[in-house]
């Protein structure tokens, strides 16, 4: 009963970021990644076109699906407004006690609310749960056949309003062409794609941001 790969990854976390940090525990999870073992988190270069959308947006009330181990999690609450919240959903249980963790140890843990369970069943509860009206932003890393039914999901349960920004990673690689089709052709998205690399490689990724137009 070895150690997963998430358990090691906060191991490092825990090693060589600086409490309440932030920057310092992104900066170790990419360097872990590097150089260590690599991981699905957002990394460093799509980092960057994130944290410029975030800031753009400056969210009040920002929706993560797929928390993982919390990496862009701490990337996105750590660019919040004071008062502003990143709730984010994850259904693996062991993922989100190290998420958990890694959030803590960047000490932004009072701006995220991570809800364990499936985006299906917890986004229909957003609203009586934690007092949500619409999102301001929403970032979807999740299993790629999630994109599309999740992004409907939010439209049915009003949840989007005029000017939500969705941003949804691996648009390319893995790749999500049903939720690319959709969001480039529904006359209710302004729709723009950011070229960019799988994460700590060469291969080709980028990220979708799509406007929702009310
Ligand atoms: C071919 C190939 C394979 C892998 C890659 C590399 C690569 C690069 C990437 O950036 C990737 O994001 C991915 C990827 O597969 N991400 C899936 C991420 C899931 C996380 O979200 C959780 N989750 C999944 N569905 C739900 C759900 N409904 N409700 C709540 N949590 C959910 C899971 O519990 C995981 O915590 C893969 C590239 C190419
Ligand atoms: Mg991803």
Known sequence: TGSTRPQRLLRAVQKKATQGDPQSVIATIDDFCRHSEWAMNVGDEKGLILDSIVSEVNPSTALELGTYCGYSTVRIARLL???GRCI????NPAYAAVARQVIAWAG???KVQLVEGPSGDLIP???ELFGVQTFDFVFLDHWKDRYLPDAK???ECGLLR??????????????TPEYLQYVRNSPRYESRYFKSHLEYTKVEDGLEKSVFLG
Do not use: H
Not at 88 to 91: D, R
């Open 162 to 175: 005029e000017g939500t920004v969705l941003l949804a990673d691996n648009v390319i690689c893995p790749g």
């Open 125 to 127: 509860q957003m609203k």
């Open 81 to 83: 407004p004071p008062g």
């Open 108 to 110: 932004i843990q009072d």
């Open 153 to 155: 999901l939010l439209e």
């Open 88 to 91: 984010t959903l994850e259904f």
